[in-house]
């Protein structure tokens, strides 16, 4: 059975930062190119940060750029997001998402973990 289980979450000060990780089992995670996508509250899902199947290779959204970094262990099968200097606007429901690095059609979702910024 598919599984990508995100933890990590909650309720965090503005300039304060987060550590999310999403586990995957059930599926080859070395061949998937992972991505972290967040939803506002009446906003659409936004990709926040992607890396490639090997690691080798990361994107980030403008708005988090220089504050959050993306990381993966494929051994331990985890990919992770480091939220740094968080901002109020940075609360949404954070997903995980793998997509297999050739059949670009084989995607898998977690079930989201909430980040909430506020003093």
């Known amino acids: 059975q598919v599984q990508l289980v995100e933890s990590g979450g909650g309720l965090v000060q503005p300039g304060g930062s987060l550590r999310l990780s999403c586990a995957a089992s059930?599926?080859?995670?070395?061949?998937?190119?992972m991505r972290w996508y967040r939803q506002a509250p009446g906003k659409e899902r936004e990709l926040v940060a992607s890396?490639?199947?090997?690691?080798?290779?990361?994107n980030y959204a403008d708005s988090v750029k220089g504050r959050f970094t993306i990381s993966r262990d494929n051994a331990k099968k985890t990919v992770a997001l480091q939220m740094n200097s968080l901002k109020s606007e940075d609360t949404a429901v954070y997903y995980c998402?793998?997509?297999?690095?050739?059949?670009?059609?084989?995607?898998?979702w977690g079930r989201g973990t909430q980040v909430t910024v506020s003093s």
């Open positions: 998402s793998g997509r297999h690095f050739v059949y670009f059609d084989v995607v898998y």
């Open positions: 059930g599926f080859v995670f070395s061949v998937y190119d």
């Open positions: 890396i490639t199947s090997a690691g080798n290779s990361t």
